[in-house]
């Protein structure tokens, strides 16, 4: 499965492998993923068990799901710009599901769409086949290998330390929930941005949808009414945390994360507002962005999360500084610092208003301070030492954190880990973290030079605002983890590395009029070699 899949999902050149094989390959991981599906409905419990032992109404359910599939599909064939807004629209969307002793959150929505996009862009379109100007993206190689190097560790989960069938179905969940579905969701967004107006429609729906949940969440909270994870806010009620707002994510923490990236990506669109010229639209822009980050600035307030403050802190770090410049930027990045240090002491008085000083000072109120995440680090580190070479294996830690516990006044109610580093390090061990270090340094070492976009301040700063955004995500991976779950990391990712490879052409290397004597090219320079050619041109008799 994940030769094939990898090898579409990197892009085969035209003639390299034929389209048949590739074909009767889908074909084959079809059948087998139905059938692990399957398998799965039959060993969980309630209805879907029951369901999946009634042949006749499992097959008029695979029935309205085929017919469904092939209409969506149809519709995103025939109206592509739609179909987009609408994945964009529906990536935080998720359903709780009961996958045999395991419950998971998955985004169904977001499945059942990214499959029709899928279908109709690469197989009713294109055929399987890649266009002949096809060049590697290498953020998308780097991501095919941190697959790879998860999906084969998945072979070894589970051994000594929990049942293989239960380790290696929780691994494979993983891996069709999470992975396969977003590098689908990578791959038809990167294909989709091929020019800025389709990149500011994608911006544009993504911080109007944020506008909309941060809304949701302003008149939850005075209310105190859970919209999700009912069980989940009553105990943290009952065990003395104040309500925090989270709208219709699972988690408050998750929901102030996309707050932070929808504020970003407002003040972008802002910042390139200003760039045009006086007219109404100019205004109309400028106001309905800045509305959107107000919302979610507010919202964000009633979230409480403070791990969300250190990634909007380092977003808006870039972003400062691609719109100001160092010296200007230094300062608005100071200004930025004293206020959200401000905010994060004021919520961490909020949620620990007693005996903070004293929690410092042992190890189990250090725990506590942080959510239970010190002793999950702990266990991680252990992981890490017993397996240093190739991990636990792919979603290892929640089944292995029983037996790597060190202190036993760890609950063993919070079992995941909280930092996608420590959680790499645990299930991958070297080899996974070479791969992650891998994939972190190929994207930020390729989507963010100043250079390559000349005089396009404004596709600039909408590309330091996603370089932003995806920096956010990896800073608040550190304390909540959730980096390669969060669908909103593969889509910024996708989009900056088309804006890097695609919509911006690297300056010329060759020496043209537009190269100066002494061999730099510059914006200027370019711009004043065009006005000669066209002086050149306009005086040259026809």
Same mark, same amino acid.
């Given at each position: ?53 009634? @042949?006749? +109404? %499992?097959?008029? !359910?695979?029935?309205?799901? #085929? /017919? ?8 995103? *064939? =025939? ?32 499945? @059942?769409? +990214? %499959?029709?996009? !899928?279908?109709?862009?690469? #197989? /009713? ?8 100007? *096809? =060049? ?35 691994? %494979? ?370």
């Amino acid at each position: 499965m994940l030769a094939t899949f990898l090898a579409l999902f990197v892009g085969i050149p035209r003639g390299a492998l034929p389209r048949r094989a590739v074909f009767v390959a889908l074909v084959i991981f079809t059948g087998l993923l139905a059938a692990f599906s399957l398998r799965a409905l039959s060993s969980s419990g309630g209805t879907a068990g029951r369901l999946a032992h009634h @042949l006749p +109404l %499992l097959g008029a !359910g695979a029935l309205g799901i #085929v /017919v469904f599939l092939a209409a969506a599909t149809w519709l995103a *064939w =025939r109206y592509p710009d739609w179909a987009m807004l609408i994945v964009v629209v529906l990536a935080p969307l998720r359903v709780g599901l009961s996958l045999g002793s395991t419950q998971k959150n998955l985004l169904i929505p977001l499945y @059942l769409v +990214l %499959l029709a996009v !899928g279908i109709a862009e690469v #197989v /009713v379109r294109d055929r399987l086949l890649v266009s002949r100007n *096809w =060049r590697p993206d290498p953020v998308r190689v780097a991501l095919a290998i941190m697959i790879a190097v998860m999906g084969v560790s998945s072979l070894w989960v589970g051994l000594k330390y929990a049942p293989h069938a239960k380790a290696f179905a929780d691994a %494979l969940i993983e891996l069709f929930a999470f992975f396969l579905p977003f590098a689908v969701l990578y791959y038809v967004v990167y294909r989709y941005t091929s020019d800025a107006r389709r990149l500011s429609r994608l911006l544009i729906t993504f911080v109007a949808s944020g506008a909309v949940l941060a809304v949701i969440g302003i008149v939850q909270f005075p209310f105190r009414v859970a919209i999700v994870n009912r069980a989940g806010v009553a105990h943290d009620i009952a065990v003395g945390q104040p309500f925090r707002a989270s709208s219709l994510f699972w988690d408050p923490n998750i929901f102030g994360r996309f707050l932070a990236l929808v504020m970003l990506v407002g003040a972008a669109l802002f910042l390139t507002a200003r760039l045009r010229r006086a007219d109404e639209g100019r205004r109309r822009a400028m106001w309905l962005a800045a509305t959107a980050v107000v919302l979610a600035a507010i919202a964000f307030a009633l979230t409480l999360s403070r791990s969300s403050i250190a990634g909007l802190l380092l977003g808006a770090t870039v972003l400062e500084m691609a719109w100001l410049g160092r010296r200007k930027g230094a300062l608005a990045v100071l200004v930025t610092v004293l206020i959200l240090a401000v905010g994060l002491a004021g919520i961490t008085a909020v949620r620990h208003p007693h005996h903070l000083r004293a929690k410092l000072e042992t190890n189990i109120g250090l725990n506590k301070l942080t959510g239970g995440r010190y002793f999950l680090v702990k266990a991680g580190e252990l992981m890490f030492e017993r397996h240093p070479v190739t991990g636990i294996g792919l979603g290892g830690f929640p089944l292995a954190y029983r037996h790597y516990r060190t202190s036993h006044a760890a609950s063993l109610a919070l079992n995941d880990s909280h930092t996608t580093v420590v959680t790499v390090a645990a299930e991958q061990g070297v080899v996974g973290l070479i791969a992650f270090a891998g994939l972190l340094a190929t994207f930020f070492g390729t989507t963010l030079r100043k250079r390559r976009f000349g005089a396009d301040r404004r596709l600039y700063l909408w590309q330091a605002s996603l370089v932003a955004c995806v920096l956010a995500i990896f800073v608040h991976s550190f304390t909540y983890n959730a980096f390669f779950e969060d669908p909103y990391m593969w889509l910024f990712m996708a989009l900056a590395s088309a804006v890097a490879t695609r919509l911006v052409v690297a300056p010329p290397k060759t020496f043209s009029s537009a190269t100066p004597a002494g061999g730099e090219w510059s914006p200027a320079a370019a711009a004043k070699a065009a006005a000669r050619d066209r002086d050149a041109g306009a005086a040259t008799p026809r």
